[in-house]
C-alpha cells in the first residue's frame, strides 16, 4: 500500500505561483513514477506532469510545459509540482498517483497505469 497526501493548493490569481506537495508513505520504495493529474468541473482527469521515482526524468502535458515543473525528494518521499505563470483553466482538483510497476515512456501519461492515487487539492485561478 502507498498512502499519498496531497496539500498546497489555494485561490490565486492568474499570474501567480504555487507549489503544490505530495507527501507518500507506505510502500514509497516500490514505486516506478509519480504523477500530478488534474480534474476541472465537468471534464475528465487529464495528465499534468510525471517524474521516474529513481532516475529523475520528468515528463510534461503541452498545457505544463514551461510553465510548470516537478521534481521529488527522495529522502522526504515527497513529489512537488510547482505551477508558475497560473492561468484560468489551470483551476481545478489536482490529484497525485503513484505507479508501482515499471512505466514506459508510452504509458506514463494514462490514468491507468497508476495505483495509488491521493485525495486531491484544490487550485482555484481567478482574473
Known amino acids: 500500500q502507498v498512502q499519498l497526501v496531497e496539500s498546497g493548493g489555494g485561490f490565486v490569481q492568474a499570474g501567480d505561483s504555487l507549489r503544490l506537495s505530495c507527501a507518500a508513505s507506505g510502500r514509497t520504495a516500490s514505486s516506478s513514477a509519480m504523477g500530478w493529474f488534474r480534474q476541472a468541473p465537468g471534464k475528465e482527469r487529464e495528465f499534468v506532469a510525471a517524474?521516474?521515482?529513481?532516475?529523475?526524468?520528468?515528463y510534461y502535458a503541452d498545457s505544463a510545459r514551461g510553465r510548470f515543473t516537478i521534481s521529488r525528494d527522495n529522502a522526504k518521499n515527497t513529489v512537488f509540482l510547482q505551477m508558475n505563470n497560473l492561468k484560468l483553466e489551470d483551476t481545478a482538483v489536482y490529484y497525485c498517483a503513484a505507479a508501482l510497476k515499471p512505466t514506459p515512456l508510452s504509458s506514463i501519461k494514462l490514468l491507468t497505469r497508476y495505483d495509488y492515487w491521493g485525495q486531491g487539492t484544490q487550485v482555484t485561478v481567478s482574473s
Open positions: 517524474v521516474r521515482w529513481t532516475a529523475g526524468n520528468t
